[in-house]
Every structure is written in C-alpha cells, then in structure tokens.
C-alpha cells in the first residue's frame, strides 16, 4: 500500500511558487523570441541585414551626436540674437541720453 504524503500549507506554497517562476522564465524566453523575431523581420524589411548591425549603431551615434550639435547650435544662435537685441537697446538707450543731455 501506499502511504500518502501530508503537505503542509507553506510545502505547497513552495511547491506552487516553483512552478510558477519556471512557467514565467519559459514564457519570457518565449516572449524575448518572438520580439527578436519581429525585430529582426522588420530591420530586414527595411534592407538592414544582421551584419550590418555594427554600422547600423555607429549611424545612430553620429545621428545623436549631430542631434546634439544642432540644438547646441540653436542654444548659441538664440543667445545672440538675444544679445544683439539687448545691445541695440542699451545702445539707443544711452545715444538717447547722449543726445538729449549733449545739448
């Protein structure tokens, strides 16, 4: 005859918890599979093949770092229209008080 096994509540807890973590880790492989798949599958609708992966990245470092320069660009042009303006107005400012206390 067999003898039955007693389980206590926190065996079976231990016993559900594995089977769960090794369900889920199963199911994440599964699912990083198929989001490789897709990945790949449109990059290669695109024309970009799995050996050019290495270029592909070093033109979106240059594509950032030329981003980067562009705002940093605008940053600089803003500031010195900002001065120019600033400038003309000083300057008008003080040719006005010039010209009205010069007489």
């Keep these: 005859m067999s003898q039955a096994v007693a389980l206590t509540e926190e065996d079976i807890r231990r016993i559900v918890r594995a089977v769960l973590d090794a369900e889920s880790e199963r199911r994440e492989k ?43 660009a605008q940053s600089l042009t803003f500031k010195a229209v900002v001065t120019a303006i600033a400038t003309g107005i000083v300057g008008a400012v003080w040719l006005g008080i010039k010209t009205y206390f010069g007489k």
Excluded at 44 to 71: C, P, Q
């Design 30 to 72: 599964t699912l990083d599979d198929v989001v490789l798949k897709a990945v790949a599958t449109i990059l290669t609708s695109f024309g970009i093949e799995e050996e050019d992966r290495v270029e592909l990245r070093a033109d979106f470092v240059h594509l950032r770092k030329w981003r980067l320069s562009v705002e940093q």
